[in-house]
């Protein structure tokens, strides 16, 4: 027995003092560390369209501008359901006083609708159609999130590509020709969609205004990929 716990003693004994392979990593020296980057862009397609709609009256008294916006934005949201592509959603509404010369002399009210599409003709002949009651405040396009994944997935082969054509070519004028990557990221990202502003005049002696001319373009989307190499 006594030959046991002395075998047992000496093995837990081994174990605590054996160092863990976490614990050699961690205190191992690196050298030879070169940083790279490389990157791929493209120009991608805005192929979805946001409108953003408000209808605003004034009075004297509140309940009655309420009334008036109600009825304006049941009216739009009616009309857009006969537009089974666009997606809606109410915004903010606002009831605010004005003034002269430090006196309330009346008050303003406003709600604002946000429709969506990546049906773009529909959507801008709505906008036509809203404008006889609704002004047009914003106008923007992007690249739907389905279309962004896309392209960054094949950016991601091609950034990869350039990143690792990069790492052969420092290795070409180093004295150790085995490497190993450290460390590595990959960044997506690109500039803002261009937007188009809007603003008009209520237009209630037409029946139905012009849809207006636009023009969806495209979006610049980057993906870099950097990180650190070894070469040993």
Known sequence: MQV??????VFLTCLLMTPTFHTLAADETLFNIVNLQAAAEREIPNDEMIVLLATEH???ETASLASKINSDMQWALELIKQYPTIQSQTRSYQTYPTYRKQIIIGWRASQQVEIKSKDISALTELVGKLQEKLQVKQMSFNPTKETRINYENELIEEAMQAFLA???IVKKHMPDKNHRIVKLNINTGGYPPPVMHAQRTMMKSMEVAS??????GTSKLTVTVSGSVQYY
Request: net charge positive; with cysteine.
């Open 58 to 60: 004034e009075g004297s």
């Open 166 to 168: 990069r790492v052969a």
């Open 211 to 216: 849809a207006p001319a636009v023009e969806a």
């Open 4 to 9: 046991k716990r002395y075998f047992c003693f």
